[in-house]
Structure formats: C-alpha cells, structure tokens
C-alpha cells in the first residue's frame, strides 16, 4: 500500500496540533547595564537547573528594559523555567563563591531557594495541549 504524499502531510500536521501549547515570557526588573541577552531553560524535571540539561532553551535581546521569549509548539506536560541575563555574552551563567550566581537570574513563578536554585516542585507549572499561559519572571541581582 502506498501513501500519498497529501495524506502524509495531513497526518504530519495534525500530529503537531496536538503539541501547540505556547509559553510567552515577559521579563521584569530588567538592568539593560547588565547585559543585552536573556538566556532561557524550559525544564522538565530531570536535569532542573542544570545548563545544558534543558528540554528547550532560546536567547533573546533586551529591547530597552524589556525582554520577552515564546516557546510555540510544547508538548504537555510539568516544566520549570531557569533564566538569566547574560552579563558578558559568554553563554554560561557566571558564578562566584559559594556558586552564587555572579548575573541576574530568575525561576518561573519568581521562587528562589534559600541557599541555591529552588526546587523544581517550587517552580514547576502544567502545560496541557493547545494551552496558552504567560509568565511573567522577576529578574534578581
């Protein structure tokens, strides 16, 4: 049996409908001094915060005192945000004594730990299919 390439592209396309969940991200307490990118981590629980162990990661430009990021097309499911501002464009959140970090940084619904990163059951939020939902992250120096 052959499929043609129409059917094909219908089943491709209902496939993504099904993961349409979007998170728009507006960031607050922004410092334009203190660099000119938001580097951004959507977590799942594994790896929560660690760089590199993100299930989707973006970078996008300050414009201003303002900055905001869009994931399209997330399957649901239980994430985290992690971010910071990039001080120096190396790409990599600087950290001093005691790993505390040396840029702004935040979490989604704006929770710190109170010595290191918060838990990811602090920060987590569910994202069903074909959701919507806005964040909006306090950046903290």
Same mark, same amino acid.
């Not at 660099?35 to 977590?43: E, N």
């Not at 004594?97 to 010595?115: A, M, Q, T, V």
């Given at each position: 049996m052959q499929i043609k390439p129409s059917v094909f592209a219908a089943a491709l396309l209902i496939g993504v409908s099904a993961y349409a969940a979007r998170i728009e991200i507006k960031f607050e307490n922004i410092d334009p001094e203190k !660099? =000119?990118? %938001?580097? %951004?981590?959507?977590?799942r629980q594994e790896g929560f915060p660690e760089e590199g162990k993100q299930a989707y990661s973006k970078a996008v430009e300050i414009e201003g005192e303002e900055a905001r990021a869009v994931f399209d097309s997330i399957p649901a499911g239980t994430y985290a945000i992690a971010c910071y501002q990039d001080s120096n464009g190396n790409k990599k959140l600087d950290r001093g %004594?005691? *790993? %505390?970090? =040396?840029?702004?940084? !935040?979490?989604?619904? *704006? =929770?710190? !730990?109170?010595? !290191?990163p918060p838990s990811f059951r602090d920060v987590c939020f569910d994202l069903d299919e074909d959701e919507e939902i806005e964040l909006e992250i306090k950046l903290k120096y």
């Open positions: !660099g =000119k990118s %938001i580097r %951004i981590g959507l977590y %004594i005691f *790993n %505390i970090p =040396k840029e702004p940084c !935040g979490f989604s619904k *704006n =929770k710190f !730990g109170r010595f !290191g």
